[in-house]
């Protein structure tokens, strides 16, 4: 593995939520697991101290991952904080100071996206964003303008291949691993198509509501908030070419054909829903008409994909937390045996989380005379949840200089051209209870290629 390069690490939002949840713990990571030894800046203007800072990060890791003395001890060596807002030149100013003699920091925007513009012109102008990578946080803009709007201004600072845009799907190593499994075995790659898959399914499904969020996500959405991002970026790794070539951007142009290929989707190919209680949630306005649970058919025009449905759902308050792909094979062109195989015998399951398994379901003889079977799943991987958090490999990534597990610009806008004629009020809202699988017009979309097939996983505690 390369090593780190970036010889600082700046974030801004040290005091906010993501910083709490995901950024202490995966520094303390690479300090403890590479050896990061780099000043670490924390940016906010929260009127904190350094030591306020420091109590912070002692909370946010008793709280998320727990605390490795050695590696803590080092991170408080390390931390430093500038308190500033950042429309203000000052700020920058004194990042720069305790950049001291770094020369290629890195800059992590764990802000919202209408503060990018500032905080890259800010950057720019105080010498801090010379040679320097920047890392920025989903939702990358609100729809398609946006996003484009959002990718110029970056790119009025910093170069494409210095701009690291997080989707933290792609930091997780059972995605990662549905393309190993395609591409490393090539018994896939002949079957891996219309001819013989029937339908892609992909369930990411959460027992819990929106939380403390209320705010942030009455003005996404279950669409914008992880359709446009993580579902399309598991359905572009399972789905995608072969990348060819050597080209260090081979993977991600392999992935931009697939994702450039997936037609827009339309408003009869959707249904919302949302949960019964979700208005009452704090920062939900009374009358919120936003969906907590979509399913979406669509489908890649493409001569590999051509005509195959692909069904994605995702929602708020189902019955499991649970992330699982189901490739479903075609049937036997006729029944040989004389039995009635069922429509699901044969499939690929890939599940993302809580554990990650990948199994082929296949159908095979019952001992005895008579020629009938059943259907059973061969586990070909089992295992708990990974060991590095996905924010902890991404980070470590952007900080080594490596773009593979980042949204391209290009991605980013191909995946808005998918949802954009969607979002808003395109289609009906329904209500749906919580501890259920959405409301019943979901069942209406995936009609005879149904049923959903909902993840079997023990219900972890709400
Ligand atoms: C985030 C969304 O990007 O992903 C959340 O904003 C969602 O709403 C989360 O809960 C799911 O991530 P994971 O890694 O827990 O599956």
């Excluded at 290629?104 to 320097?132: M, R, W």
């Excluded at 908030?225 to 080209?247: C, K, R, Y």
């Excluded at 449905?309 to 062109?333: C, D, Q, S």
């Amino acid at each position: 593995m390369p090593t780190l390069q970036s010889d600082a690490l700046v974030f801004f939002g040290a005091t906010g939520d993501l910083a709490y949840k995901q950024i202490f713990t995966s520094i303390q990571g690479l300090i403890r697991d590479e050896g990061l030894n780099v000043p670490i800046i924390g940016v906010a203007k929260s009127g904190w101290t350094l030591d306020q800072l420091k109590a912070r990060a002692k909370d946010s890791l008793e709280h998320h991952g727990g605390i490795d003395q050695n590696a803590f001890k080092k991170m408080l060596e390390l931390l430093r904080y500038v308190d500033g807002d950042y429309a203000d030149s000052d700020t920058f100013v004194r990042v720069r100071k305790e950049l001291g003699k770094a020369t290629q920091p890195l800059h992590y925007l764990a802000i919202p996206p209408s503060t990018f513009g500032a905080v890259a012109e800010g950057l720019a102008k105080s010498g801090c964003g010379d040679n320097a990578r920047l890392v920025v946080e989903k939702p990358f803009g609100h729809d398609l303008d946006s996003a484009c709007e959002l990718n110029r201004i970056l790119h009025h600072y910093f170069p494409e291949e210095r701009i690291f845009r997080i989707d933290h799907y792609l930091g997780k190593e059972p995605v990662q691993n549905i393309l190993y499994t395609r591409f490393a075995n090539p018994i896939f790659e002949p079957i891996w198509n219309r001819t013989f898959v029937r339908n892609i399914q992909i369930t990411m499904a959460e027992n819990f509501g929106v939380q403390d969020r209320g705010r942030f996500y009455d003005e996404a959405g279950a669409v914008r908030d992880v359709v446009q991002n993580h579902m399309l970026q598991v359905l572009a790794n399972l789905t995608m070419d072969p990348p060819t070539g050597e080209d260090h951007e081979a993977g991600r142009d392999a992935k931009a054909g697939l994702l450039k290929a997936i037609r827009p989707l339309s408003a009869e190919s959707v249904v919302r829903g949302q949960y019964n209680g979700y208005r009452s949630v704090p920062g939900v306005a009374a009358g919120s008409t936003i969906e907590t649970f979509v399913a979406v058919k669509l489908f890649i025009d493409s001569w590999r994909w051509a005509g195959v449905p692909i069904y994605i759902r995702t929602g708020k308050e189902l019955p499991v937390t649970a992330t699982e792909v189901i490739v479903e094979f075609r049937r036997p062109p006729r029944e040989t045996f004389g039995e009635i195989v069922p429509i699901r015998s044969s499939h690929m399951r890939l599940r993302v989380s809580p554990d990650i398994t990948i199994a082929l379901g296949v159908r095979v003889k019952l001992p005895g005379e008579r020629m009938v079977g059943n259907d059973v799943e061969l586990n070909l991987q089992r295992q708990s949840a990974a060991d590095e958090p996905p924010y902890q490999r991404l980070l470590g990534d952007a900080m080594r200089g490596t773009t593979e597990l980042f949204a391209r610009e290009d991605l980013v806008e191909a995946q808005w051209r998918v949802v954009q004629p969607i979002l808003g009020n395109v289609t009906p809202l329904y209500n749906y209870d919580t501890g259920t699988w959405g409301p019943q017009e979901a069942l209406q979309l995936i009609g005879s290629d149904g049923p959903w097939i909902d993840p079997q996983v023990p219900s972890p505690e709400k």
